[in-house]
């Protein structure tokens, strides 16, 4: 690390309105290395990158990039120094084409003007590094969240920049995604870039990731090598206490009692739309948590936005409490007791300018004010449970939801759904972007929620989550619903021969 | 597939369409409609409209809106008529000039100050209007006949009038601008998600500071058209300009929230309107009904909705029809 330091910040301070979000924070980055940098939900990673991209001015410290002083004001001034930045909000412009969002900034021109020839046969060849082929020429916005993923990754890529920052990179991508991504950050450290990584997934960093630095309030705690520190270590780091926790269980989901599942609340018979679900059947009961696995695209999402009424189904049935169910907009389905958790948090669920307890009282509004008048006191109670039972980091329910890190944000839009007390819950990927200590504690919400008689229908990417979370899991595989297991059943082999193959001989057949 | 195409093209060039069959009524319809004189004169009086759209365009693509363009063009028609007798070069010079000052003060308020481009806009509309009254002393200024700064306006070139020339000079560059060049996409990204484009780590300040620059720039380029084309600065016209402007604009399917547009269905969003109201003015022609300038207004402005609403419906039913293949 001596001879060969990249980037040095020391001595970081910046504040927002006063409060600090990093104090005296450092960070060191050595050439051709992949730096982990983790911390707890509002620990303040993002604001430290954001503060060396230039996007937040820093009240105090210095940096120090490629052996000289660095200044820079705008993130533009960043990129042309040679640090590409992938933000943690996907950051690009829906409406424009694939190709646009990776060239924008350093357009191919032939004769003075932009060769799109060129610079479409360019984004091809970028997303061909990821294995993602897809018709550049689209709008963005026509993809789903992976692929855009990939996309903002592909663009920092082709910028040949000497480090490459990434904010969070992997929450919206599955496991076959997240091998290819880490291909291509051992090429570039094999390029000599340097990597700054960030992620609540402590198990990736050890497949990647040289150094770790833990951040903790706005301080960075601890720097240390990714071989010479455990996960109980990292995790103790960050939390800023000891854990002695038993590492049995991946996850909060605890043995469940089966007695308190009750009968089918919801029940979907071979749902198709498009391509992106063709077959799909399954129920839920009250008091049970039910999971989607599959790989991206295999139409868990889409089947979920069905249930949801958000889109209509060209085919299929649905049968909610014992009524047939044909929900043509989301409010039906909110009025017959169900709330959907997008995993989209920016575009679909949180309105960034209004203030916490606005965003989470939004879907309650209208039961709210059919009573005639709002009550005030009950709100703000509402508003306060749910801010200590989810560990919301803000300053208090009238904080903007646009100044809250990430996973608070996430935090937030589930507590909305939370609020309204609904029969069945939709949750897309719950935890996606939340750390390990607050993770825990909402799937034991989830899980406490569902002894209560709450029926859950959960999609998750993360495998355990699923297997220990679920009592019964279905696997969609392209479109079709291919498999259901029981809580004993539900491995991590069978599950993935599904996912992958389609073919679980064990219960091919309890799927008409 | 092909019958996808199809439709998602129609949603795109529907305003052409509309364009089209708006033309094809008016040849059957009357007699010299499609007539040397009648096509150059509306073409003549609607480049002045046309050149404003193109810079409300840009605004608009942006995210932006530009509500001074009119009182702009009222004040570069004042102060072209007032240089005028300098010669016509300086005389154009000088109304492009006002206009550009005018841009840049918007561009300043909004980029600088973050005022709301409505707000700020809206402050330069008074302004800029204000100051073409004073300078015109209240009343319109002749403009000098001598210098030969009336040929701007009245003459032709191989034929055809010489605003047409200069609006269709100003669309092909705006048209080149906008689909290859760095800075064209750039303002479509701005519109469509500014912060990502700040973080992205383009300028995207200096864009907007060119779009409302170049929107005041082109409606002093048709003030100086006005003055030319009527012989006096009209320190009174302008009016409801901007409406005009945003009018073609947005029947060209450019979104009003920015991030998608297009420079060509802009001028023909131009024409539409320009030749809607020619159709009217033949029908009253006619002399069976007898459109009072308020019935007019309201038909355009129905019209206007029926178009809208066609391209709304059309451009959505191409994209889900698009999304199942
Ligand atoms: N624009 C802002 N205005 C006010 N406070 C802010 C702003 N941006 C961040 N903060 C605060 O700074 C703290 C650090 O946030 P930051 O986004 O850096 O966290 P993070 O470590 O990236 O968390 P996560 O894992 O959830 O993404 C948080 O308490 C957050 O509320
Ligand atoms: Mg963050």
């Known amino acids: 690390m001596d001879t060969g330091i990249l980037l040095s910040m020391t001595g970081i301070d910046k504040r927002f309105a006063g409060i600090p979000a990093l104090s005296a924070a450092s960070f060191a980055v050595g050439r051709g290395e992949v730096h982990a940098l983790i911390g707890q939900n509002g620990a303040g990673k993002s604001t430290l990158i954001k503060v060396l991209t230039g996007y937040h001015r820093r009240d105090a410290g210095e940096v120090v990039f490629d052996g000289r002083p660095f200044e820079v004001f705008s993130p533009q001034h960043a990129q042309a120094s040679g640090i590409s930045t992938i933000y943690q909000e996907i950051n690009l412009v829906p409406y424009r084409s694939v190709t646009e969002n990776i060239c924008l900034g350093r357009e191919a021109r032939r004769y003075g003007l932009l060769d799109w020839k060129r610079m479409h046969k360019e984004a091809e060849t970028l997303l061909s590094r990821f294995n993602v082929r897809i018709d550049v020429r689209r709008p963005l916005m026509e993809f789903n969240t992976a692929t855009q993923q990939m996309v903002a990754i592909a663009r920092a890529i082709g910028f040949s920049a000497k480090l490459v920052i990434m904010d969070e990179p992997t929450s919206s991508l599955d496991e076959r995604e997240v091998a290819v991504l880490f291909d291509v950050i051992r090429q570039l450290k094999q390029e000599g870039v340097s990597v700054v990584f960030v992620s609540h997934k402590l198990d990736e960093l050890y497949e990647v990731c040289d150094h770790v630095t833990i951040m903790r309030d706005g301080r960075t705690v601890k720097t240390a090598k990714m071989t010479e520190i455990d996960k109980i270590g990292l995790v103790s780091a960050m939390l800023g206490r000891a854990i002695d926790r038993a590492e049995g269980h991946a996850t909060a989901f605890s043995e469940r009692d089966e007695r308190k599942i009750g009968k089918v609340l919801l029940s979907a018979k071979s749902l198709a739309i498009n391509q992106s679900v063709q077959d799909v059947s399954f129920d839920v009961r009250s008091g049970e948590i039910a999971g989607f696995a599959g790989l991206l695209g295999a139409g868990r999402t889409e089947t979920a936005r069905l249930v949801f009424g958000i889109d209509r189904p060209r085919a299929g049935t649905m049968h909610f409490d014992g009524q047939e169910f044909t929900p043509r907009k989301p409010a039906d389905a909110i009025a017959a007791g169900m709330g959907f958790c997008t995993e989209d948090r920016k575009s679909e669920g949180i309105v960034p300018e209004m203030s916490v307890a606005e965003n989470m009282m939004l879907a309650l509004m209208p039961k709210l004010s059919k009573s005639g008048i709002i009550d005030e006191k009950g709100q703000r109670e509402i508003v306060e449970r749910f801010i200590k039972q989810l560990g919301i980091k803000c300053s208090g329910p009238d904080q903007k939801v646009r100044e809250l890190s990430g996973g608070n944000q996430q935090k937030v839009l589930l507590g909305r759904w939370l609020a309204m007390n609904p029969r069945l819950l939709i949750l897309d990927e719950p935890t996606r972007g939340i750390d390990v200590g607050a993770k825990g504690e909402i799937q034991a919400l989830i899980k406490s929620l569902a002894d209560q008689g709450l029926a859950v229908l959960m999609i998750s990417s993360e495998l355990e989550e699923v297997i220990e979370g679920a009592d019964r899991v279905f696997v969609l595989r392209e479109g079709i619903s291919v498999a259901e297991f029981n809580r004993h059943q539900a491995t991590e082999d069978a599950l993935m021969s599904a996912m992958a193959h389609g073919n679980a001989p064990v219960a091919a057949e309890a799927v008409s | ?325």
């Open chain 2, 1 to 325: 597939m092909t019958r996808v195409r199809l439709i998602s093209m129609l949603g795109s060039y529907g305003v052409v369409l509309a364009l089209l069959l708006l033309i094809l009524f008016g040849w059957a319809r009357y007699d010299y409609f499609l007539g040397f004189f009648n096509i150059t004169s509306v073409l003549r009086y609607n480049s002045m409209f046309a050149l404003v759209a193109l810079g409300m365009c840009f605004v608009i693509m942006t995210g932006g809106i530009d509500l001074s363009v009119g009182s702009t063009a009222a004040l570069g028609s004042v102060v072209a008529a007032l240089a005028s007798p300098q010669g016509a070069w300086i005389g154009l010079g000088a109304g492009v000039g006002a206009g550009l000052c005018v841009g840049l003060v918007n561009a300043v308020l909004v980029t600088r100050l973050k005022i709301m481009p409505f707000v700020a806009t809206l402050a330069m509309m008074l302004a800029a209007s204000g100051t073409a009254l004073l300078l015109a002393d209240n009343q319109s200024v002749s403009v000098s006949y001598e210098s030969g700064f009336t040929s701007i306006g009245q003459d032709n070139f191989l034929g055809f009038p010489i605003p047409a020339w200069i609006a269709i000079v100003a669309y092909v560059i705006g048209w080149i601008v906008l689909n290859f060049t760095s800075t064209g996409r750039a303002v479509l990204a701005v519109g469509g998600n500014e912060d990502a484009t700040r973080l992205m780590g383009l300028p995207a300040d200096r864009i907007k500071f060119l779009v409302y620059l170049v929107s005041g720039g082109l409606a002093g380029l048709a003030g100086v058209i006005l003055a030319s084309q009527f012989g006096a600065g009209q320190p009174i016209e302008g009016v409801g300009w901007e409406l005009f402007a945003i009018a073609a604009v947005v029947v060209g399917g450019t979104l009003l929230t920015g991030g998608v547009g297009s420079v060509g269905a802009t001028l023909a969003g131009v024409l539409l309107l320009g030749i809607l109201f020619n159709v009217l003015n033949f029908e009253n022609g006619k002399g069976w009904i007898s459109l009072s300038a308020y019935w007019q207004s309201v038909i355009r402005g129905l019209f206007l909705l029926v178009v809208v609403i066609l391209q709304a419906k059309l451009s959505s039913r191409g994209t889900a029809a698009a999304r199942e293949h």
